[in-house]
Each structure stands twice: as C-alpha cells, then as structure tokens.
C-alpha cells in the first residue's frame, strides 16, 4: 500500500505491506479455533487420554506465535521523504531502524526489470555512495505506482535488468 502527502516543502511517500487482517481479528480467529480445539482436548482428557490436551495447546500457542509473527512484519515502514534539497529514506518496524539523508540532486531511481509478467519492477534508491530497495514487498501494480510517484520527484538513472545496474 502506497500514501503521500505534502507537508511544508516536502512529499513524503509511505510504502507498507498489504494488510488483510488486523491483529483484532486475528485474535477472533485464534478463539474461534481455540474453542472447538481446547473442547475435544478437555473431553478427551475426561476420558483418560490425557496427552491429547497438551498437544492442542501447543498447537494453538504455535498458531498464536505464528500469527503474531506475520502481523508483526506486515507493520514494516518504508518512508522516502523528498524536500527541495534532500532525500531521506526511513525503514522499520513502527519506529525508523535505519535511515540514509542524501543530496537530492545526487539521489536517483534504479529500475529493475521483472523476471517475469507476473512481479512488478525492483526498484532501488541510490546515491555516489551507496543503494536501497524500496518496496520489495509490493506486487506488480503497486511497484508500478510507487515508480511513477518516484519518477515525478526522481530522476531515473539506471533501468534494466539485475545485471546491468551500474551506480
């Protein structure tokens, strides 16, 4: 999913995963199946086959965990900020965990072609210095989107396929 708005003398573009579900129903669904599941275990436990219980309860503290797993890396942030002289790329869980600030006249977009019809285009941020993916998370029409909204700020220098990047 793809935002920008413009604040002051800068366009800043918010690049996150697709969501299709929140961590609200995600813990509905982990009930919904607790239910029934604690239900045979217990009635099995009633009538002496114990093992059964400690089993559907790992079953639903692995579901647990893996659903809080995927909610946690679906909260990952990319925010490009482009103002009149800088470019600032932000990346993290909820709060920024890595960030590069470069000269904007220095920044370009890296175009790499799709391996096939179905993925969008990698797309890469670079300077003299060094490089960062943008959106390696989005699918064909989305990374297609954040290209045209990164062309409107960013030059294009580089565009082909993996083995011709050059910087």
Known sequence: ????????????????????STWRANLYALIAISIPSLGAGIGFALLGAWPILPFAGLELIALGAALYYVNWNLEYRQVVTVSERNVKIEKGYFIPKRSWLWEREDTAVNVINAK?????PSLWLHNRESRTSLGE????????????RLR???????YGSERNVTL
Do not use: C, H, Y
Request: no cysteine; net charge negative.
């Open 1 to 20: 999913m793809i935002n920008d708005f413009f604040e002051s003398d800068a366009r800043i573009i918010v690049i996150k995963p697709n969501k299709s």
């Open 116 to 120: 096939n019809q179905w993925e969008g």
């Open 137 to 148: 998370f989005l699918n064909k029409e989305e990374a297609e989107d954040l290209l045209k």
């Open 152 to 158: 409107a700020e960013l030059p294009v220098r580089t």
